[in-house]
């Protein structure tokens, strides 16, 4: 069983920034497609990003096009998801998922972020308030 770990979250102001990491001490996670979700008090969760392990295209979510960035830094099997611009709305517990086998369509430019995802971490809270 893949253990995802995240970090990086924590309270910040508006217009802010934070950088998220997802790790395993079980697995290469270059070899894992890998999504970034998130879940606010009362909302459904919410695909954000994604970066797919085939061919490294990386999708966003409407609602943070321009301000996250998805990357990976395989020499410490980490994957991050690099937030600018942080608004209020951006408040949410984050997660990490990956999947070793995900169908291309659920990390797609044109279709939306699926949660499919076979192995999920524990999430990190991200708040945003003045």
């Known amino acids: 069983q893949l253990q995802l770990v995240e970090s990086g979250g924590g309270l910040v102001q508006p217009g802010g920034s934070l950088r998220l990491a997802c790790t395993s001490s079980?697995?290469?996670?270059?070899?894992?497609?890998i999504g970034w979700f998130r879940q606010a008090p009362g909302k459904e969760r919410e695909g954000v990003s994604c970066?797919?392990?085939?061919?490294?295209?990386?999708v966003y979510a409407e609602s943070v096009e321009g301000r996250f960035t998805i990357s990976r830094d395989n020499s410490k099997n980490m994957v991050y998801l690099e937030m600018n611009d942080l608004q209020p709305e951006d408040t949410a517990l984050y997660y990490c998922?990956?999947?070793?086998?995900?169908?291309?369509?659920?990390?797609?430019?044109?279709?939306?972020?699926?949660?499919?995802?076979?192995?999920w971490g524990q999430g990190t809270q991200v708040t945003v308030s003045s």
């Open positions: 998922a990956a999947d070793r086998f995900l169908p291309p369509l659920y990390c797609s430019p044109h279709d939306p972020i699926a949660s499919l995802y076979d192995h």
């Open positions: 970066l797919r392990n085939s061919d490294g295209t990386r």
């Open positions: 079980v697995d290469t996670l270059n070899i894992y497609s």
